[in-house]
């Protein structure tokens, strides 16, 4: 592994456009820019070129800032000052920027010399703001206001949530890290009071998402959809694909995937020796043993990942080291911290911020690499001329995380000096796999539902979520005595909250990421050269094109499907 002080830490560029002290916290600092932007002659494609660049630039500088607020707000959930510069972002700031933003985009595509840029970098790029265009209602702008705020409270909700358990108090992360524990009754106990817990925000919680819904529902009204399905679509510019291919693959995933996971539910019941699989025992090991923990301390788990990073290229364990010589990783569980995980790409210095919630487990491990592999991609697009080449969809963004998970097995002996613990980590997260697809289609045909049929009551919501669980999750899982917890728990998962309709990409990914695996395994060089290659096109090429230069087809047909799981299935047998 470098050591610290051989790694060149970044600095942000020289800005061109803006002056080298911008501090865009007020509308008063910030408008001047839009007004020279908006105010510009274009007379050739050279100064349009030139007005790009220079958007780009306000861009990255207004992005950044704002990530950051939202940063804070996560990082402490309780912090009320952090919380009160992100209100005033969405509520003072966002408005008048969303009008802005938009006349520059008409500008843009209104331009003669628009049909001279070069196509083949700027085809994405286009047709995405025309269709950023199309969508524009100013009527939406209070209401995507309340959308934004409404959203933050979900942080504070779920970062306020513990159990206290033998005499401690414990984040709902390490708690669900007692998930694992080879003692039942323990795992019963623990799981029951994070239930009870969870169900004290039930209401709370399902309140918001109607707001949310409702909220939703009306932007796409506003903009001429019948339904916030048909906005979201083209909103996160799916050109690629339509709603019924995703139906299809939900059918797909439940005729090929599901009776995997069953017949690998069943087989943990059997090695578990239980009369009946219960939801806490979907996560302990089947071999008895104690659960694996591939780190004791997230400085050991940084100081490791950098080592297996570095194995698999030395480029990718440099870049862990940056942010970590930068305190650019926050990787602890603790009370009044936000939920789940993020990288978040910083857009002008070109280092991501990696948010966690580490409790030393098996999963956290993957977790980790996972967001590594998020930001390995952020450091490749960081020289590309405009941030809207950076800007890459949720398809093309989570193969460089879950391909990086695949890739650094390989070198996962650095986490398990044993060889039995390899094999189980190895096993484990090959069949974890098997559960993302189907958890994906659940997720996805949940929200298809939602906004469907945006008048649903409460009791409806919860009705539809638990009819889907029970046909996306093994057959033999027992719900009775959980029935209350389990039809709620979607409300765990904030993609529904915070960022709706961004779940089904992780399965067209993991699909992706499979095929780029089993060419990694048969010519390491080349599957290494192909992603790092695919990651720096950022968004200036389509999505299948992408999965193209990655070695991989951006295909989710049955045939595929099938195809992928049966060289999956040949691993897992392997091991």
């Not at 005499?167 to 390490?174: D, F, M, N, R, V």
């Not at 990787?331 to 002008?348: F, I, P, Q, T, V």
């Not at 999750?473 to 915070?498: A, C, K």
Request: charge should be negative; aromatic fraction near 12%.
């Amino acid at each position: 592994m470098s050591e610290a002080a051989s790694v060149e830490i970044p600095k942000r560029k020289q800005r061109f456009f803006l002056t080298e002290d911008f501090e865009p916290s007020t509308w008063e600092a910030i408008e001047p820019y839009y007004q020279n932007l908006q105010s510009r002659e274009i007379n050739s494609v050279a100064e349009l070129r030139q007005w790009l660049r220079d958007s780009s630039e306000l861009d990255g500088a207004l992005g950044e800032h704002g990530r950051w607020l939202y940063v804070r707000t996560t990082i402490d959930t309780s912090d009320e000052k952090a919380k009160a510069a992100l209100i005033n972002l969405y509520a003072n700031i966002y408005p008048k920027m969303s009008v802005a933003d938009q006349q520059l985009k008409k500008k843009f595509v209104d331009s003669p010399f628009i049909e001279e840029l070069d196509h083949d970098l700027f085809s994405t790029t286009i047709r995405r703001i025309k269709k950023s265009v199309e969508l524009f209602r100013e009527e939406n702008i209070p209401l995507t206001t309340e959308m934004q705020v409404k959203q933050n409270g979900y942080d504070q909700i779920m970062g306020a949530q513990s159990i206290f358990y033998k005499g401690e108090t414990l984040t709902i992360a390490q708690a669900e890290g007692l998930m694992r524990s080879t003692d039942r009754k323990e795992r019963e106990e623990v799981f029951k009071l994070i239930a009870e817990r969870k169900l004290q925000d039930a209401d709370k919680l399902d309140d918001l998402l109607s707001d949310l819904i409702r909220i939703r529902h009306q932007i796409a009204l506003n903009a001429g959809f019948k339904n916030y399905v048909e906005f979201r679509f083209a909103e996160l510019g799916r050109f690629d694909y339509t709603p019924a291919d995703c139906l299809q693959f939900h059918q797909s995933v439940e005729e090929v995937i599901m009776p995997l996971v069953n017949q690998l539910s069943e087989e943990r019941k059997k090695l578990l020796g239980v009369e009946s699989l219960k939801l806490w025992d979907k996560t302990v090991d089947t071999s008895g043993k104690p659960a694996l923990q591939p780190f004791t301390n997230t400085q050991e788990l940084i100081e490791k990942t950098i080592d297996c990073f570095n194995h698999l290229d030395p480029y990718f364990g440099e870049r862990i080291e940056i942010m970590r010589e930068m305190k650019y990783l926050d990787l602890d569980s603790r009370m009044h911290k936000s939920n789940g995980g993020y990288n978040m790409g910083m857009n002008e210095i070109g280092v991501p911020f990696v948010f966690m919630n580490s409790t030393n487990s098996e999963h956290d491990l993957i977790t980790m690499v996972h967001e590594g592999g998020h930001a390995v991609h952020t450091f490749l697009t960081h020289d590309l001329e405009l941030q809207a080449f950076k800007e890459t969809t949720s398809e093309i963004a989570e193969v460089a995380s879950m391909g990086m998970e695949l890739m650094t097995m390989q070198h996962w002996d650095i986490f398990y000096a044993d060889a039995d613990d390899l094999k189980r980590a190895r096993t484990n997260h090959l069949q974890y796999i098997l559960s993302v697809l189907s958890k994906t289609c659940l997720g996805d045909a949940f929200q298809f539902w939602l906004y469907n049929n945006p008048t649903h009551t409460k009791e409806e919501r919860r009705a539809k979520w638990f009819e889907l669980v029970k046909k996306f999750t093994p057959s033999n899982i027992d719900f009775n005595g959980s029935e209350d917890f389990q039809q709620t728990s979607y409300q765990s998962i904030l993609h529904f909250y915070i960022v709706p309709f961004y779940y089904i990409e992780y399965a067209f990914a993991e699909l992706g990421s499979i095929a780029l695996w089993r060419l990694f395994i048969s010519d390491r060089k080349t599957a290494i050269a192909n992603y790092k290659k695919a990651l720096q096109l950022g968004y200036t090429k389509s999505i299948p094109v992408f999965y193209e230069t990655l070695g991989a087809k951006f295909d989710f047909s049955k045939p595929y499907i099938a195809e992928l799981t049966a060289f999956l299935q040949k691993q897992i047998s392997a091991l």
